[in-house]
């Protein structure tokens, strides 16, 4: 063999970042390891795999863009290899790539991952966080396996399994005057404040509540990052919607936050899993999936709390 699957997750790692220092940092090995790599492939192949650019890293070359296709599928089927050989003795081997949604990845992602890998020890999983366009186009190019999200703007050729439904909770700090209602209308925090957390389509979502309540949101702050949204309400600057509903109530402050449900009947999201539909899941990927049934439903979500 005049090259190693070693060298050729290198390549790739090094593909996807755009440069062999960030390809260095992501999968924690040393940047000699990845130029050596590339190199060599680049000998083995006679072909040039990037195109450098001083101080700002390197692109892929159209033949290293197809070599690097081919690789990802070359790596995939290896890792199915070692899958199915693990299978026959009860084991499962290999690694996936999840995405998760942003507000959701730092709630649900360590506990979810982290017993996944602790029933399945041959299995290493890799979380990144996006928000829902980022995780279609990251399925859609084979950068990650699977997407931990929501069922918004999917297209016909993403696989969706339901898992949960998550209804919207009104945010308040601890000592507003409405903290310890068992129910929050929005009309009666019209007058108040709002902090939205200002994500594609979930802001859109966010803000048909108001539509449908016949309230005209006060926008205070807008943030992509659930922290800041909370940090800001914890302290008084303003009320939000949510649905994820952490175990942890307060902010990274210490400050105190109440989740009272919205009244009314609203229209929640659904959480669940988005794979490609018509690509063929490797064994891992069919496991997690199944671990994910396993973990996740309206009653139960991990890093949640639930009514």
């Avoid at 089927?77 to 070692?82: H, I, K, P, V, Y």
Wanted: glycine share 6%; aromatic share 8%.
């Amino acid at each position: 063999m005049q090259f190693t699957l070693k060298q050729l997750a290198y390549f790739v790692a090094a593909g996807e970042a755009g440069s062999i220092l960030h390809a260095a940092e992501n999968i924690h090995v040393s940047q000699p390891s990845i130029s050596n790599a590339i190199a060599h492939l680049e000998s083995v192949f006679d072909v040039q795999l990037f195109i450098r650019h001083h101080a700002q890293g390197m692109s892929l070359t159209t033949a290293g863009q197809q070599i690097m296709d081919k690789a990802r599928l070359l790596l995939r089927d290896a890792d199915e290899l070692r899958s199915f050989a693990g299978k026959l003795s009860d084991q499962v081997y290999g690694s996936i790539n999840i995405g998760c949604f942003i507000p959701l990845a730092p709630i649900v992602t360590p506990e979810l991952c982290h017993g996944f890998m602790e029933s399945h020890r041959g299995v290493e999983v890799n979380v990144s966080e996006g928000n829902q366009a980022e995780l279609l186009s990251r399925l859609k190019t084979g950068t990650i396996d699977a997407a931990l999200t929501y069922d918004l703007q999917l297209e016909s050729d993403v696989a969706f399994i339901p898992l949960a439904e998550l209804k919207p909770y009104v945010l308040l700090a601890a000592g507003h005057p409405l903290a310890q209602n068992e129910s929050v209308s929005l009309p009666s925090l019209a007058d108040e404040k709002f902090i939205l957390l200002d994500l594609p389509l979930s802001d859109t979502y966010f803000m048909s509540l108001f539509t449908s309540h016949k309230v005209k949101p006060r926008i205070y702050a807008r943030t992509r990052h659930i922290e800041v949204q909370r940090s800001l309400v914890a302290r008084g600057y303003g009320y939000s919607l949510a649905n994820v509903r952490p175990l942890n109530t307060r902010s990274l402050d210490g400050s105190e936050l109440k989740y009272i449900p919205l009244v009314g009947v609203n229209p929640g999201l659904t959480l669940g899993i988005a794979t490609l539909a018509n690509v063929r899941k490797t064994i891992v990927v069919d496991e997690f999936s199944e671990f994910c049934r396993a973990q996740i439903s309206s009653q139960h979500i991990p890093g949640m709390t639930r009514l």
